[in-house]
Nanobody, 124 residues
Framework: QVQLVESGGGLVQAGGSLRLSCAAS????????MGWFRQAPGKEREFVAA????????YYADSVKGRFTISRDNAKNTLYLQMNSLKPEDTAVYYC?????????????????WGLGTLVTVSS
């Protein structure tokens, strides 16, 4: 079983950058696909980005494509999300998730392994 802990959230001005991290415990981290989701107040949780177990395949929501980069370091059991050119509409709690299947990483309803989230606030 993998346990996930996010960090790196905070307050940033529009146009700024943040890097989120997700530290995973458990020896099977490198066999899981990983993803980032976010949830703004009053809104449904939405997919942000996903990465295969090897890091060779990545997927992004259209709203973040070209601004966010997902990556992982399996030697450190850590997932990252580099967020550039942040906008006020990126404000949300960001969650990392893990699943054996990359194909299901874009739909939060299929996922069971979650971190507790880290808050990102982008001021205008």
């Amino acid at each position: 079983q993998v346990q996930l802990v996010e960090s790196g959230g905070g307050l940033v001005q529009a146009g700024g950058s943040l890097r989120l991290s997700c530290a995973a415990s458990g020896r099977t981290f490198s066999t899981y696909a990983m993803g980032w989701f976010r949830q703004a107040p009053g809104k449904e949780r939405e997919f942000v980005a996903a990465i295969s177990w090897s890091g060779g395949n990545t997927y992004y929501a259209d709203s973040v494509k070209g601004r966010f980069t997902i990556s992982r370091d399996n030697a450190k059991n850590t997932l990252y999300l580099q967020m550039n050119s942040l906008k006020p509409e990126d404000t949300a709690v960001y969650y990392c998730a893990a699943d054996p299947n990359l194909e299901t990483m874009t739909d939060y309803r299929y996922l069971e392994l979650w971190g507790l989230g880290t808050l990102v606030t982008v001021s205008s």
